[in-house]
């Protein structure tokens, strides 16, 4: 077959414009300040701060979506394209083709297309939000307030934090989720009856033990039905039902592909000249084993580093993300696996528990740490990691106090 010709080249291409394209442009910036860099984003939107876009952007008045931009082109030099759809990579001839039929040559390519989210069995359309992007987030400003309804589907973090921002902007709100209890897929059983009570306390109506079979969306409204047969009818409906990692284009080039997109200690795919990195990619964390992390921590930290790596930097990257997450004034952090049935030590500062804050410890059947929670505790993900890195089996008696609020 004849090579297709190239119509462009750059020395650094990333594939798609999110948290980590972002990051990686600085990245390389530290370490390359002359080589062009082009980053191919399907997003109507240059990189911008995911997680305000269920959060910081409904609660303070005085943040703006200008304020949520990351910068990437003024701050790094980078070309961030738009509205661009990367269709293929060909690995020997270093190039990808674009959905307007550029084809881009490459020194080294980064892979950072993140995830596309769930939809469940509703079809997502102009009522019926996959929540994902800074779109999602206009559109859903346009669909909320005023007394409305809104039904959010999940009741993890995005599902959550979704509902809090709904209920602290004049909306009606209810959580359909599996969990008999709020987050007790995540929390022990006393933490998660609280939390539940806080989503009730500000107005949520909750549907515990629930799940949607279907719905139909018309100009007016969405009409849902639940698998204990009941219907709701609301004005939208919001999905928060996690991300399906995007690794179709690695796939079709023959990468190594697993859970995500498999890079090693030095974030290289199977093909050295391809990297990945963000949700994507499926690495070896020193602490948490092989894994792939779907936290801003990780999307920032692993971008800035592919982004050197991509530059010359030999040194791998060792760093154990954590995450967060904010609802109705508490603001919790993690590190490690959050499961609600394992065995856990609930360290609390006072006797009113999760009212205040506290430290909660997940424990394998050996009594190994394997998650540390922090409840309105701040600055000690550090000390998290450590109680993560001891492998030796803990008793109850040695983790209380070990990590105490500043
Ligand atoms: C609403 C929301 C709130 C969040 N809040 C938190 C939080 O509080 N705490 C926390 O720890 N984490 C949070 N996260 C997770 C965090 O934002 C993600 O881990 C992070 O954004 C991942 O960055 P990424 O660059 O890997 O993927 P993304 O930011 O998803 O970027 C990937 C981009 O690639 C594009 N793309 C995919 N395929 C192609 C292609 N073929 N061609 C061109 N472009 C393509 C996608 O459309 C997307 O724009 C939140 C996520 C969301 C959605």
Redesign the pocket.
């Known amino acids: 077959m004849a090579a297709v010709e190239q119509t462009d080249r750059a020395e650094y291409v990333v594939?798609?414009?999110?948290?980590?394209?972002d990051a990686a442009a600085r990245g390389i910036r530290d370490r390359d300040p002359d080589g062009r860099v082009l980053v191919?984003?399907?997003?109507v939107d240059p990189p911008y701060t995911?997680?305000a876009?269920?959060?910081k952007l409904w609660i303070d008045p005085d943040f703006t979506e200008a304020d949520n931009d990351c910068g990437t082109a003024a701050d790094t030099g980078a070309e961030v394209r738009t509205g661009?759809?990367?269709t293929a990579v060909d690995t020997a001839a270093r190039t990808v083709t674009t959905d307007a039929g550029d084809v881009v040559g490459y020194g080294s390519l980064l892979l950072?297309?993140?995830?596309r989210p769930s939809s469940g069995p509703l079809e997502p359309g102009p009522r019926v939000i996959a929540?994902?992007?800074a779109q999602d987030y206009r559109d859903l400003r346009q669909l909320a307030g005023d007394g409305r309804h809104v039904v959010v589907v999940g009741g993890s973090?995005?599902g959550t934090?979704i509902a809090a921002a709904l209920a602290q902007n004049d909306t009606r709100v209810t959580l359909v989720m599996p969990d008999e209890v709020l987050g007790a897929s995540m929390f022990p059983p006393r933490l998660a009856e609280h939390f539940q009570r806080m989503f009730a306390g500000a107005g949520v109506t909750l549907r515990p033990g629930t799940r949607v079979t279907g719905g139909t969306a018309g100009d007016d409204g969405v009409e849902v039905t639940l698998d204990d047969g009941s219907t709701l009818a609301a004005d939208a409906v919001v999905l928060g039902l996690g991300i399906t990692p995007?690794t179709e284009?690695a796939e079709a080039a023959g990468l190594a592909v697993d859970d995500g997109v498999v890079v090693d200690g030095t974030l290289r795919t199977s093909d050295p000249h391809v990297f990945a990195a963000?949700?994507?990619a499926q690495y070896r964390d020193p602490l948490l084993g092989v894994t792939r992390v779907?936290?801003?921590?990780?999307?920032k930290t692993m971008?800035q580093a592919v982004g050197e790596l991509m530059a010359g930097r030999t040194e791998p990257y060792d760093h154990t993300p954590f995450?967060?997450?904010?609802v109705l004034g508490t603001r919790y952090e993690a590190v490690g696996t959050l499961d609600g049935s394992a065995r856990t030590v609930e360290d609390w500062a006072t006797d009113a528990g999760p009212e205040g804050e506290g430290v909660v410890y997940y424990l394998d059947e050996d009594g190994r740490v394997t998650g540390v929670l922090l409840w309105d505790v701040a600055e000690r993900v550090e000390q998290a990691k450590e109680v993560l890195a001891d492998r030796a089996p803990q008793t109850e008696e040695q983790l209380r106090g070990r990590i105490t609020a500043g």
């Not at 191919?40 to 997003?43: A, E, F, K, R, S």
């Open positions: 594939v798609g414009g999110g948290m980590v394209a191919l984003g399907d997003d995911r997680p876009l269920s959060k661009v759809r990367v950072a297309t993140g995830g929540f994902r992007t973090y995005i934090e995007s284009l963000g949700d994507v779907e936290h801003v921590d990780n999307a971008g995450f967060y997450s904010q």
